[in-house]
T-cell receptor, first 115, second 112 residues
């Protein structure tokens, strides 16, 4: 069965700290996609990254980086030198190619960055 | 901004009523997906439309129905509203199947 687990419900950090958001997924499919979305208080989900199951290279985009490890079924997200504007709920999601093109979301991690 | 728009922004209905939510997809996108997000939860997939045909459905009862129009905009209809239908309804569009889904701002539905 497909499932996404974000065990961290809420994380609080002080500005400039680094923070890692964990994501563990379950799937029987060999071809799938993993995503991260950011949901600020306004409610709109903001797309951050999509990674396919055949590409395990880590990715860096500015202060954001992602670590994909198939061996542990994890797709973790790190924010370096966090800022107050990073405060939001972050969702990890899975999409299986042999299944309907639907996003299966985790329950989200609320990140609060204090000045 | 993603270019995906939804209307209305907020809506208050009473139990048993019917509601229609609307979504305009981003230019060049032919796929629209609808999600329901209850408070404090992750979004749950309702259904998806690809080139005007339903392309998959989540675990929602038949009183949740939808349409996609030739311009790829979409509607979500919910009949016989229940209190548990109170949620944020999100629409996402994509260029095609398994492409990145870009979300609209959502419609917050409250059922009293």
């Amino acid at each position: 069965a497909q499932k996404v687990t974000q065990a961290q419900t809420e994380i609080s950090v002080v500005e400039k700290e680094d923070v890692t958001l964990d994501c563990v997924y379950e799937t029987r499919d060999t071809t799938y996609y993993l995503f991260w979305y950011k949901q600020p208080p306004s409610g709109e989900l903001v797309f951050l990254i999509r990674r396919n199951s055949f590409d395990e290279q880590n990715e860096i985009s500015g202060r954001y980086s992602w670590n994909f490890q198939k061996s542990t079924s994890s797709f973790n997200f790190t924010i370096t030198a966090s800022q107050v504007v990073d405060s939001a709920v972050y969702f990890c999601a899975l999409s299986e190619v042999r299944n309907t093109d639907k996003l299966i979301f985790g329950t989200g991690t609320r990140l609060q960055v204090f000045p | 901004e993603t270019g995906v728009t939804q209307s209305p922004t907020h809506l208050i209905k009473t139990r048993g009523q019917q509601v229609t939510l609307r979504c305009s997809s981003q230019s060049g996108h032919n796929t629209v997906s609808w999600y329901q997000q209850a408070l404090g939860q992750g979004p749950q997939f309702i259904f998806q439309y690809y080139r005007e045909e339903e392309n998959g459905r989540g675990n929602f009862p038949p009183r949740f129905s939808g349409l996609q129009f030739p311009n790829y905009s979409s509607e979500l209809n919910v009949n016989a509203l229940e209190l548990d239908d109170s949620a944020l309804y999100l629409c996402a569009s994509s260029r095609g199947l398994w492409d990145e889904q870009f979300f609209g701002p959502g419609t917050r539905l409250t059922v009293l």
